[in-house]
């Protein structure tokens, strides 16, 4: 496109929509820290991939504490606020309490980055960096994360209780709670592609493995031993009984053969309008890891706080 000296309005059409277009991706941009944290990156990379080699299950938790950021007004560090004589964060909501984990690392990341540039990266985007790197050091594809995200002052306790879909949730409310937050059917069920790793608690898959038909009976009655039905609530299983620590397609592989270990892992494939996709992407691992991958970016995006609006948190777990 080329300008005349004379045509000032081309010009100020174009700038125009150079703003406007700027605004729609919300001033975030891959190379947000390249001149101002040019080491941050790297850091959250290497301080992900120690704590992920210690700890195999930390890659799974720091990808959920992503997850449950994001759902709540955005991605903008809420979830990790701890709860004041004032103030009642999201830490203690149902979805949250007594299995949302890996705060630690989260603060020795930021502490680290703290040293190296003050007051410039934000508990946001290193949540957001931190889910990426978690899923590469798993196996997992990669992508790239927008940058420029900044930290809430505030947090949603009741928003967290309402607006993270439930483990015992039916497709239909799965769909509805995933378009809420601007996703598609296609969408829910890539992420949900996120249970190939990570653990869960007894008391929430004990009633499938014990009441609902649509189980394999010899995957149901494995796991009674470590869920009884009274008792033992905190004992762990992998919600991908194949592969737990391997970031693939193994998750959609047992849900086509009934071996969903929550009862709304087994809801995308029981004989509705996800079955196909579920069925796709237990024969095609390459297209379920690029539309994980562009799901993530998605989820990433999702309200964030930039320009003046919010802070860089100095301690991720307290305004400043």
Known sequence: ?????????????????????????????????????????????????????????????????????????????????????????????????????????????????????????????????????????????????????????????????????SPGMDLSDLLVGFSNKGFSAEEMVALSGAHTTGQARCVIFRERINKEANINSTFAASLKSNCPSTGGDDNLSPLDATTPVIFDNAYFKNLVNKKGLLHSDQQLFNGSSTDSQVTTYSTNPATFRADFAKAMVKMGNLSPLTGSSGQIRADCRKIN
């Not at 299995?99 to 934000?122: A, H, M």
């Open 1 to 165: 496109m080329a300008f005349h000296l004379h045509d000032h309005s081309n010009i100020f059409c174009f700038f125009a929509f150079l703003l406007l277009f700027r605004g729609a991706s919300a001033q975030l941009s891959w190379n947000y820290y390249a001149t101002t944290c040019p080491k941050a990156l790297s850091t959250i990379r290497t301080a992900v991939s120690n704590a992920v080699v210690k700890e195999h299950r930390m890659g799974a938790s720091l990808l959920r504490l992503h997850f449950h950021d994001c759902f709540i007004n955005g991605c903008d560090a809420s979830v990790l606020l701890d709860d004041t004589s004032s103030f009642t964060g999201e830490k203690t909501a149902g979805p949250n309490a007594g299995s949302l984990r890996g705060f630690e690392v989260i603060d020795t990341i930021k502490s680290e980055i703290e040293s190296i540039c003050p007051g410039v990266v934000s508990c946001a985007d290193i949540l957001a960096v931190a889910a990426r790197d978690s899923v590469v050091s798993l196996g997992g594809p990669s992508w790239t994360v927008q940058l420029g995200r900044r930290d809430s002052t505030t947090a949603s306790f009741t928003a967290a209780n309402t607006e993270i879909p």
